[in-house]
């Protein structure tokens, strides 16, 4: 049983709508930010930013809590500064399952933090590594997933504008 569910109904859900997600922009005192090569599909063996799926009838606080504390081991006492960065839009062309015929659309609702100086990364099984970038070396590297890459971009598509 994966994430609450067990793998059936899991899939039916991706297969079938959209999943909400927050995507946590971690930056140190360098302004650097952290990225983790993800080991699981979407976007498996990119690198991108921490992030995860707010489960059903879960409280928005109690997610974020969740899901910093599961990605990065980090709790908000570890962070200096949250702000809401905004809605983006993910589309990928595959999934969590190993099939072709299934993509996955998240609705992604993307959070700045600031990092205190000497606060340590414990990462999930869901990435095999990570490290602290700087923005201009995350948007022109080949291994930083577009989706990463357009928190740092203006006037990018899969944003909400108003």
Known sequence: IEWGLNNRDFRRGVENTNLFAFDLIIKNFKEQVLIAKRNNAPAKDYWFVPGGRVYKNENLNDAFDRILKEETGLVRGDLIDINEKGLYNHIYEDS??????????????????????????????????????????????NNVHVYTKNYFIDKVDNTLSL
């Not at 399952?97 to 299934?102: A, L, T, V, Y």
């Not at 606060?119 to 923005?135: G, N, T």
Request: contains cysteine; negative net charge.
């Open 96 to 141: 969590f399952f190993k099939s072709n015929d299934i993509n996955t659309h998240y609705i992604v609702y993307s959070i700045e933090c600031a990092l205190y100086k000497g606060v340590d990364i414990v990462l999930d099984r869901q990435h095999s590594q990570y490290k602290f970038i700087e923005v201009n070396d995350l948007i022109l590297s």
